[in-house]
């Protein structure tokens, strides 16, 4: 395993910090990482600086303004006792309503997903200037019943020319042919599912590279357009 003073392996793991995916036992080793090494410290700093303008992306959505009179109407009325008919209804279709709503709740919570294992594995793809582009990470394989990555696309304004598709690929050790995981768009967040056979693979994973393809992918079923990001693999656990 790398040692935590790699200067590539720190920056990596500060990423995965940053973006949520480091976790479990991997999380609490490099909190206490931080506590006596100002430098890796500054590293995180570093990141959050260039990930906390995608948390801004996002705004609120406000109720629209007739829920909100439509629920003054409904209390004003019977607080002031109008029309007894009326309030009873009201409170009768309230007590159904959180009826219903605490046995959705409840639903939602039995198939909710079980909590994701913590990544076991890593890899911060650069652009050709050699700033961070995407964050590729994935649980142990074997830990998981459907097989998938998380995709983080942390470039500024990344951008995808018509016509084009962006096709992520997995390096493997040697000289073994790039394998294709599949198309990725330019969301921010993006998770992808594997075949059992590609998940079998990605334990041995050496690096991670995305190619501009025709739209659809690659007709050869190897890279066939320029290689815009990549990055090496990094075992956390």
Request: aromatic content about 6%.
């Amino acid at each position: 395993m790398a040692s935590y003073k790699d200067p590539e392996l720190r920056d990596r793991l500060a990423a995965e910090y940053v973006l949520g995916t480091l976790r479990g036992r991997a999380r609490a080793r490099f909190e206490s990482l931080q506590h006596y090494d100002p430098s890796l410290r500054r590293i995180v700093a570093e990141w959050e600086e260039r990930i906390t303008p995608l948390a801004g992306a996002a705004s609120e959505i406000p109720p629209p303004a007739r829920v909100w009179k439509a629920v003054s109407r409904r209390v004003a009325g019977a607080a002031r006792g109008e029309d007894r008919r009326i309030s009873l209804a009201f409170w009768r279709g309230l007590a159904v309503t959180g009826a219903a709503f605490t046995l959705v709740l409840a639903l939602f919570i039995g198939l909710s997903p079980r909590p994701e294992p913590p990544m076991a594995m890593v890899a911060v793809m650069n652009d050709d200037k050699g700033q961070p582009a995407m964050v590729v990470s994935w649980p142990p394989m074997k830990a998981m019943r459907d097989p998938h990555i998380r995709i983080r696309v942390v470039q500024e304004h990344p951008t995808m020319a018509q016509g084009t598709s962006w096709e992520l690929w997995m390096l493997p050790p040697g000289k073994a042919a790039p394998v294709s995981l599949g198309l990725i768009s330019t969301d921010a967040d993006q998770t992808m599912k594997l075949k059992a056979a590609v998940a079998t693979r990605m334990e041995g994973a050496w690096g991670m590279a995305m190619s501009v393809e025709p739209e659809g992918g690659s007709p050869t079923g190897a890279p066939t357009g320029p290689v815009i990001f990549k990055g090496q693999c990094v075992k956390i656990l």
